[in-house]
């Protein structure tokens, strides 16, 4: 009988996780009724799934629909839970896992843009620096006096990482980024 | 008033008076609630009807867990209302109570005025915040002339799909405000749209696969009573039809009698051993309305390895979460057992003889006696004193509840229920002092019943209050109280994982249940000796007042046969293997191993 009592020390049988997390982006279509970004933000902490990047506005002004866009990592098995757990939430009228959907299409991945406000501040080499690399960047001045540039840059997140990271030895004072906004290519829609 | 507006319902009244006229609209014989500051103004209504009758409780969880017993023993919503801040925060615990068992409950809380919300206003709190976890939807009133919409459709979302709890908080300036009624509506809102109608091709893979089984096993849950007693019926059709054994959840208990000769018992960490060992060997696995919850699998890898499984559940999220299925069929258990009988009577013939060999293995499972006990003259054993109240009450129209704790599993293993709807005990929040009130809530909707809490000690002191409740209304309930001295479930797990050090599980002053009773205004029975135990419990019967039933049982009885943790099915611990001290002596061997 030995063998039946080898405590464990837990009263949950827990499980090691073996599969490898992934990155997907849903897009979740929502009645637009106060508390509703509460529900989907309050169901990822309470179940312990990850936010990578949210963004979220009104998209369907007659029927108050919004849409909100979420990049998330999981597993397989946890992404599959999400997209469910979402579905049950009773203002939310679909959850297309876009990832998943490009997937479907023969795609490697959704399209995915993201907009970033990129505050730098600096004079002398670094100014004109920063000012040449936005332009290979196709960032936009957006604001600017002697002593500092707002850039305005769109673009893939890998992108927008690539430029603040840049742009950091230049004089980097404030970043403001959007989130990510993704949809599926081709004619479909969601 | 036009006769136009007569017609259609709609008329003007105040926010109070609609909450009223939704009630009844909604078809509500019963609230339990509490009032207070933030919802006079509904209670000044309720004053001035007798459509709705209002059930004053002592506590906001009483309410709540009253309202659940309600709603698990009628298939209808329960109905609680409470006041602002305390009152809303003390009906949190049923609420998720509620939501973790799928019982429809309707909770309406008052709120300060919306000019003060968010000013930390007397009684104020952040309603539907702090409830929005814990309910399948919630909401705030700020305009009149939705309230009545919003009453309507919380009925709606309570008690279809997967049934849950919700809250409507409604301010106290929007219950005196002026609206025009709008009476219910039959077009529900387009997001929420549960799937009831199972995939017909996926139903008919099911069938094709359990035509098959060699082996195979009905793994039942609390989905087939919510779906209401058609399901259960079907569930028994089914069963019959196939040949196949079944077993249960602890939510599912009496949707297949205990008497059928199909059941081999309730499944899991305290289920019978046979029932576990044919979840573990089975080749086909039938899954209805039960979510694979950790208390019923043990350990996940190795849990039943062999089988196809088949699962029949309303809620996606259920399936897939915990066990991987090979067949999921989504829809309301009672419209997919439909078709799969239909199906089943169509296409399948049962070859019942091919089942012998699986029937003659359970047989000798079953020889292992898994649920027996040593009996003594002269000390109650708890399960002794669960198999003399059944006995008693054959022929009884008995409804159970249950508090959380060594006493429930022993209720669940020991007591047979033959029908739905007959059994109401908090399985997945596991909330202790549940069964007193939700017995209240139960005697309340069946006046004629005989409804027993069977209690534990300690877990009957957390909502003792509402016996109060009980003497006010007349509710003849009985609570039966397998008194040990120990919070007896955390003693047994001290015991096996904790190296025997009884930390704070000991109760050293307990009260004196008969006076207590006495002083409620119930009648108290106290009963030691195992030959007065059939007396007694025929005195708890015929007493038409609530009942404190204070019975002395063996002091360091473990609940067996028992999952340990981190184990599988075929590990089972069964009580010939497991006596106090050799449980005790084991783990003091393994103690200093422990994390």
Not at chain 1, 77 to 84: A, C, D, F, G
Not at chain 2, 201 to 222: C, H, N, T, W
């Amino acid at each position: 009988m030995s063998a039946h009592l080898q405590p464990t020390g837990s009263a949950y049988f827990i499980a090691k996780e073996t599969a490898l997390p992934e990155i997907h982006t849903l897009s979740v279509l929502v009645d637009n009724e106060p508390g509703v970004l509460a529900r989907v933000i309050g169901l990822f902490s309470g179940r312990g799934y990850n936010i990578e990047s949210l963004t979220v506005s009104e998209t369907e002004h007659e029927k108050h629909l919004s849409r909100i866009t979420i990049v998330t990592r999981g597993t397989p098995h946890v992404l599959e839970q999400i997209k469910h757990q979402l579905e049950r939430i009773v203002p939310v009228h679909r959850v297309v896992d876009l990832s998943v959907r490009a997937g479907e299409l023969g795609q490697d991945r959704p399209l995915e843009r993201e907009l970033a406000l990129v505050k730098v501040t600096g004079t002398g080499d670094a100014r004109v620096e920063a000012l040449r690399l936005a332009e290979a960047f196709r960032a936009n001045v957006i604001d600017a006096n002697t002593e500092h540039f707002i850039f305005e840059i769109t673009g893939k997140v890998s992108k927008i990482e690539q430029f603040i990271s840049i742009m950091k030895p230049l004089g980097l004072a404030e970043v403001c980024r959007t989130g990510v906004a993704a949809m599926n290519r081709g004619p479909q829609g969601m | 008033m036009t006769n136009r507006q007569e017609e259609t319902g709609r008329r003007e009244m105040t926010g109070a008076e609609m909450v009223v006229q939704a009630l009844k609209d909604n078809g509500v014989k019963h609230l339990f609630g509490y009032p207070g500051g933030a919802v006079l103004p509904i209670y000044d209504e309720l004053f001035q009807q007798d459509d709705v009758e209002h059930i004053l409780v002592r506590h906001e969880q009483g309410a709540g867990h009253a309202a659940e017993g309600y709603a698990r023993s009628t298939g209808k919503a329960g109905v609680m209302l409470v006041t602002s801040g305390p009152g809303a925060t003390n009906a949190v615990t049923p609420l998720q109570d509620a939501l973790m068992d799928s019982i429809p409950l309707v909770c309406i809380t008052g709120q300060v005025p919306t000019p003060l919300i968010g000013s930390d206003a007397f009684q104020e709190c952040d309603t539907v915040g702090i409830t929005r976890p814990c309910t399948k939807h919630n909401w705030l009133v700020k305009d009149v002339n939705e309230l009545a919409a919003i009453i309507h459709e919380a009925f709606h979302v309570a008690t279809t799909g997967r049934p849950g709890p919700v809250v409507v908080d409604i301010p106290k300036d929007v219950q005196f405000a002026k609206g025009i009624y709008t009476p219910p509506q039959t077009a529900p809102r387009t997001s929420y749209q549960p799937k009831v109608q199972g995939d017909l091709d996926k139903i008919k893979a099911a069938v094709a696969l359990m035509a098959e089984a060699k082996r195979p096993i009905i793994y039942s849950g609390g989905g087939v009573i919510n779906s209401g007693a058609e399901a259960s019926h079907l569930l028994r059709e089914l069963v019959d039809l196939t040949g196949f054994p079944i077993t249960s959840t602890l939510m599912g208990l009496g949707a297949y009698p205990a008497g059928g000769k199909n059941w081999v018992g309730m499944l899991g960490m305290h289920g019978t051993y046979e029932a576990n060992m044919a979840m573990h060997d089975c080749d086909v696995m039938v899954c209805i309305g039960a979510r694979f919850d950790d208390r019923i699998t043990g350990r996940l890898n190795a849990f039943s390895p062999n089988s196809k499984k088949i699962h029949i559940d309303i809620d996606p999220s259920s399936i897939n979460k915990n066990v991987r299925v090979d067949v999921p069929i989504l829809g309301d258990v009672g419209h997919v057992l439909e078709d799969m009988v239909r199906l089943w009577r169509a296409t399948a013939k049962a070859d019942k003889k091919a089942l012998y060999p699986w029937w003659e293995q359970i047989a000798k499972w079953r020889a292992r006696d898994s649920l027996a006990y040593k009996n003594n003259a002269d000390v109650i054993m708890p399960q002794f004193a669960i198999q003399r109240l059944y006995e008693a009450s054959k022929g009884h129209d008995t409804y159970i509840t249950t508090e959380v704790g060594q006493h429930q599993m022993w209720a669940a293993q020991h007591f047979g229920f033959e029908k739905p709807n007959r059994w109401m005990t908090s399985g997945g929040l596991g909330t202790m002092g549940y069964g007193l009130p939700a017995a209240l809530g139960v005697q309340i909707a069946h006046p004629d019943a005989l409804v027993i809490d069977i209690a534990g000690d300690a877990s009957v002191q957390m909502t003792m209050q509402e016996m109060s409740t009980a003497v006010q209304y007349g509710a003849p309930i009985k609570i039966f109280i397998l008194n040990n001295q120990y919070m007896g479930m955390v003693r047994q797990w001290q015991q096996l994982l904790h190296g025997n050090r009884l930390s704070h599980s000991y109760t050293e002053a307990m009260p004196d249940f008969v006076k207590l009773a006495e002083a409620y205004g119930g009648h108290g029975i106290r009963c030691e000796k195992p030959g007065d135990l059939d007396d007694a419990i025929a005195e708890m019967i015929s007493v038409k007042k609530p009942v404190l039933f204070d019975c002395r049982v063996a002091n360091l009885a473990n609940c067996f046969p028992m999952i340990p943790s981190g184990k599988a099915h075929n590990e089972m611990l069964l009580p010939d293997e497991a006596t106090d001290e050799a449980v005790a002596n084991a783990i003091d061997a393994k103690g200093r191993e422990l994390v």
